[in-house]
């Protein structure tokens, strides 16, 4: 009641100055609906669409069939599909799980041994973050090269060590390691530029969940005689745990949707490695959208690899121990 | 007082335990970052040697003399510098409008209460776990019917009004800007939009820099977007150019490298006098303030 009433008044005596007020923020927030309407919401609801759909995208909206799950049986089907996963997953974990386990140490080292230098060492480890995917790539492409490539002319040095050499893949020299080709080396490699990448960013996010840590827990501890490990095994970490969550969550999500590295690294020829070796589910997407110009396929990898990711944020929801609806990171 | 004079020895002897642990500790930190600033080091060190001179061994590790050479080619092979403003172009406009929307969004959640806030603001972050390839192929599409394919604009206009920038630019002003301003602004016959423009903004220097930051870092380095929206040789971005010249038969590796030096040094500089900023950016999503 109180409402109308109010309403009323101000419409019978509208006033500008009352009126922008009012209006105000809904002005200022609308660019952000309206954009994400037009280029965030509109495409996934026309996703949806396309793979229930089978179209010729050349020849215009006209062609486009309805075919029910048809694309997703042909996409469940075809066995790259399914090595994209195996790749996806397989990269995700191997280069995820040692990027966390070398930050939070790492984090803790810079919090309470460093000083002086704290400043320069997060720089230089953000350094790789700052630069792009395309420039580091190439660097990749030179450090790995088949015949004269460092890592490879390294690995034939060490091969002269006795101990080493027995666990050197390529003891002859001959066959020097094809690290962008060979389907056992496609996604290590991939692996060491996304460690080399995002350890660096993780350790700043572990850096910073460290410093909300108050230093009275510590000092309470080492008076009990709590020893550096015992504090860090159980104060440091348990506390470390909302952090570790949002940074957990941002590497999986982000690995499972790598793709311009793949791009990048393994064009080929063949594009994606020996046997689709590297190739990730995001390129996968790509291709069928861009070269096979099959749209339909395209938009149900994208709603697969969409069920993907969230299957994997809700068990990694369950790991750090809350609820799946949970929005706070 | 007794005790005092057993006191200095075992001090002494815990200093000298903690030093040897603290020199092994930075002797790890002193390799992490070799091991992070190595490939770029010897990515600028090659771009000084010519071709067939890249993969020599022992491996480079200082400054060679062919770098006009190297610069030579690169000027042949493709319109570097072109590239190079398209670059910086859509970087510029990329930061301007994030920073415009952005704060513009931010303020409005901050500072005003309004019908629907709670439910819009929830709406916002929910947009963040949207993964960006869901609808990659529509969105395509979408460019394509409003003819901007190609165009600059789609790379800068589309993505501008983001939740994480939104996000921390409420954070900020919440923390930081008092609704008393705002109030004084209004007695004197200020409109909303000159309270923002000409009282809040200039008070967001800060947070403009960090958002700033993490756009241009973005923006400048953005790979698959371009490459579906840029077709036309004149349009292509650095990112774009430097593949392009991966792909030819013979790669020349001097040019290649010294092509990604120069994409790489305007951001290095920036990184160096900014990173603080940079290191906020990154953890204010992250710890909650």
Known sequence: MTTTTKK????????????????????????????????????????????????????????????????????????????TIYNTLWIAIVSGLPQHMVAIPLAYILHTQVKRFKHFFT????????????????????????????????LLWLNDFPILGSIIPDKDGENYIKWTFDRNYTKPLLCILIFWRYFGYNTVLYLAGLQ??????????????????????????????PIAYFATIGTVVGNLNLFDEVLI????????????????????????????????????????????????????????????????? | MTTSLNKPTKVRSLEQRALGGKLALNGVLLFMAI????????????A???KGHTFDLPVHTWFGTDMPLNYQILLEKANFWRAFWNSTYISIMSVAFTLFFCSLGGYAFAMYEFKGKKIMFGLLLGTVLIPGLLGLVPYYLIMQQIGWVGKPIALYFPGAANAFGIFLMRQY??????????????????????????????????????????????????FSNALVMLREQ?????????????????????????????????????????????????TSGAVKG
């Open chain 1, 8 to 83: 009323e008044i101000q419409r019978k005596s509208f006033n500008w100055n009352t009126f922008q007020k009012d209006a105000a923020p809904y002005v200022f927030v609308s660019p952000f609906f309206i954009l994400f309407a037009i280029f965030g919401l509109l495409p996934i609801v026309f996703s949806l669409v396309l793979a229930f759909s089978s179209w010729n995208s050349a020849a215009g909206l006209s062609t486009m069939k309805f075919v029910g799950l048809s694309n997703f049986t042909y996409v469940l089907a075809e066995p790259e599909f399914r090595t």
């Open chain 1, 212 to 241: 909300t840590i108050s230093s009275d827990i510590y000092e309470a501890a080492e008076v009990d005689g709590a020893s550096r490990i015992q504090q860090f095994w159980y104060i440091t970490l348990p506390l470390l745990r």
């Open chain 2, 173 to 222: 002003i919440i923390s930081s800007i008092p609704k008393e301003l705002m109030e004084a602004a209004r007695i004197d016959g200020c409109s909303e939009f000159r309270i923002y423009w000409a009282v809040v903004l200039p008070l967001l220097g800060p947070v403009m820099a960090t958002l700033g930051l993490t756009t241009l870092i973005g923006s400048w380095n953005a």
């Open chain 1, 265 to 329: 690294l393994l064009s080929g020829p063949p594009a994606g490695g020996q046997d689709h070796s590297g190739e990730t589910i995001g390129y996968y997407l790509y291709y069928n959208a861009f070269i096979a110009n099959d749209m339909g396929a395209a938009a149900a990898v994208a709603w697969l690899l969409f069920i993907l990711v969230l299957i994997i944020t809700v068990l990694t929801n369950l790991a750090f121990g809350r609820s799946a609806n949970s929005t706070e990171a």
């Open chain 1, 123 to 154: 720089a230089a480890f953000l350094v790789p973050y700052v630069t792009s995917t395309v420039a580091i790539a190439i660097v990749i492409s030179v450090l790995f090269s088949e015949q004269r490539g460092i890592v490879n002319q390294f």
């Open chain 2, 35 to 46: 091991f992070t600033l190595a490939p770029l080091y010897l990515m600028f060190v090659l």
């Open chain 2, 48 to 50: 000084t040697y010519a």
């Open chain 2, 234 to 282: 004149e349009t292509f971005t650095l990112p774009l150019v430097l593949r392009s010249l991966q792909g030819l038969s013979t790669t020349e590796w001097g040019a290649l490298l010294l092509g990604t030096s120069i994409a790489t040094i305007p951001l290095l500089i920036l990184f160096v006098f900014t990173s603080r900023q940079l290191v906020s950016g990154i």
